[in-house]
């Protein structure tokens, strides 16, 4: 008899599955017409091990380039591995001036980078950028890895079921999968196996058995004990199939370890929309476009022939070959009919229509000067037509950054922290909120109006302070240095924090005065030589002037030869 907890996982996946099967019908036309390799249907994971050709539908491949061509400007634009795209900062601006704390979230930057650097993150998130430009919904599980700190698998549509919490959020995935009976033996025990399993472990070791694993919200914990059993997201792993009576494993995450992706969502809709879907009538199209051009081309190059009805013999149709023919006939082969088709005009529109598609995938964005063939294009120019298709990316940018990205730095340092790989906290941070700054390409084009205006209004100043020195009190040059440094994403060691700009111009005010006081000294010194030379050249009756003036002042003999 089943436990309770494998009923209700059993219930959660079939109500599940109800809820997905209307999107499944549109899933299946993206796969078949533009990625051909990607999606699992039809309710198991059993076509995961076999290796059938796809792609029958497809006779021009533009779409398919094309969300290649959007995933890798996704990724280059917003998770560059080539270039910073996130750093750490603080709620409270005057605590991120204090160099202690600057620095310790400089270093926690420097290591999350290197983790994700280590484990396989580049990789897979390029299949989810894929994934979710076609089918509008991605999935990449993350997962701790005792070898590189972190794995992550990018989940194809289909593998998957969602469901929604309160605020609308993936916060519950069920995950099927294929794993070998000798596998699941290693990884959760024999004796955890059905009866049906174990029987296949000697006689088919390697034979597939589908596995289904669902993540989901914990109610019923203990908040105080700590164990895999009471953590905020549980975990169970179980045969889809079989006789099993329990869960092959329950566990848990601190954190949910699913990156759940969404193009665009209609209203509380579960599942995306992607530009795929936009897309698809397109792609359907010009297939029967380009099916028609070739059968136009088939038929000018190998028309319908004419054959007398006594020639018996079958046509050869190759170059140079001979047919021979009765010279009684009166008739002779020729072709049945002659058509001219208008192969440019075909072209132009089928070239129409692969631009609409490049277009519904934003290829002219990431590839904006690939066919601009100007040598005289302006930063300005570049800079406009940048922002102007940026417009069409901001919501799905800010989107990603919330479910993606935010997730997975709160879940790469959970479990940095846990692996005892994180500096010591400095005191300053206890109960201190940190939040995470996005500085991709992508990113910083949405904040590229905000740079603007910084370097606009010091510039308007400047020009001001040549007729008027004072205007320049009314600008703190130092926070407009710490703005452009926050909108650039500059690294926090390379701006100094405002205590040790006060102590260096406090030591260097120290220094100019010190050395004013000397010059001062070494200029009454110089003018009190001048004038002892000048009076000891004037002679009178009664001796040099210097003479008469010491004299006077008791200082010398009145011959002027001694003194006290």
């Known amino acids: 008899m089943e436990s309770d907890r494998l009923k209700q996982a059993r219930e959660t996946v079939a109500f599940l599955e109800t809820q997905r099967a209307g999107w499944e019908a549109q899933w299946q036309d993206i796969a078949e017409y533009v990625l051909p390799r990607k999606g699992r ?6 076509s995961d091990a076999g290796g059938e050709r796809r792609g029958g539908r497809i006779i021009d491949a533009t779409a398919t380039r094309a969300v290649r061509v959007l995933a890798a400007g996704m990724q280059g634009g917003l ?16 605590l991120m001036e204090f160099g202690p704390v600057r620095t310790w979230l400089d270093d926690v930057e420097n290591r999350l980078y290197a983790a994700l650097a280590g484990s396989n993150f580049y990789q897979s998130i390029h299949g989810m950028y894929t994934e979710l430009g076609a089918f509008g919904s991605a999935d990449l599980f993350h997962e701790a890895d005792d070898e590189r700190g972190m794995n992550f698998t990018c989940l194809t549509c289909g593998e998957y079921l969602w469901a ?10 069920v995950r099927r999968s294929l794993m070998t009976v000798r596998q699941l033996a290693l990884r959760y025990g024999e004796d955890r196996l059905s009866r049906q399993t174990r029987r296949r472990l000697e006689k088919e070791p390697y034979g597939f058995v589908e596995v289904v694993h669902l993540v989901q919200p914990r109610c019923d914990r203990d908040i105080v004990r700590r164990d895999c059993r009471n953590m905020p997201w549980a975990s169970l792993a179980f045969e889809a199939g079989g006789d099993s009576r329990d869960v092959l494993h329950e566990g848990g995450y601190e954190e949910f370890p699913h990156l759940c992706a969404r193009w665009d969502v209609t209203g509380s809709e579960i599942y995306g929309r992607s530009p795929g879907m936009d897309a698809l009538p397109d792609v359907k199209m010009l297939q029967e476009m380009a099916k028609s051009q070739l059968l136009a081309v088939h038929k000018v190059v190998n028309p319908p022939m004419r054959v007398p009805s006594g020639y018996k013999q079958r046509l050869n149709l190759i170059p140079g070959a001979q047919n021979f023919v009765n010279p009684n006939q009166s008739e002779a082969l020729a072709p049945l009919y002659q058509i001219s088709p208008d192969i440019q005009a075909v072209t132009y529109k089928i070239e129409d229509v692969r631009r609409s598609i490049r277009e519904g995938f934003f290829n002219d964005l990431f590839l904006m000067f690939a066919g601009d063939t100007r040598s005289n294009v302006t930063a300005a120019e570049v800079m406009e037509r940048g922002q102007e298709k940026l417009l069409m990316l901001g919501p799905v940018i800010e989107r990603h950054q919330t479910e993606i990205l935010d997730p997975l730095i709160t879940r790469s340092f959970g479990i940095l922290l846990r692996g005892g790989q994180l500096p010591p906290v400095p005191a300053e941070l206890s109960g201190k909120e940190m939040h995470v700054e996005y500085v991709s390409s992508l990113a910083q084009a949405q904040k590229l109006s905000s740079a603007n205006a910084v370097r606009q209004l010091t510039a308007d100043v400047g020009q001001l302070a040549s007729a008027s020195p004072q205007v320049l009190d009314k600008v703190d040059f130092d926070q407009c240095v710490d703005e452009l440094a926050a ?5 926090a060691r390379i701006i100094r924090p405002d205590d040790a700009v006060r102590r260096m111009r406090e030591e260097r005010d120290r220094a100019e005065a010190q050395q004013a006081r000397l010059e001062v000294a070494s200029k009454v010194a110089s003018q009190l030589a001048g004038g002892v030379r000048d009076l000891a050249s004037v002679q009178t009756a009664q001796g040099s002037g210097l003479d008469i003036l010491l004299r006077q002042a008791g200082m010398a003999e009145p011959g002027g030869k001694g003194g006290r």
């Open 41 to 46: 249907f039809g309710g198991t994971a059993a």
């Open 487 to 491: 909108i650039a994403g500059a690294p």
């Open 79 to 94: 998770t560059s591995p080539a270039r910073p795209w996130f750093r750490l900062r603080l709620a409270d601006r005057d």
């Open 164 to 173: 929604t919490g309160a605020r609308g959020q993936v916060d519950t995935v």
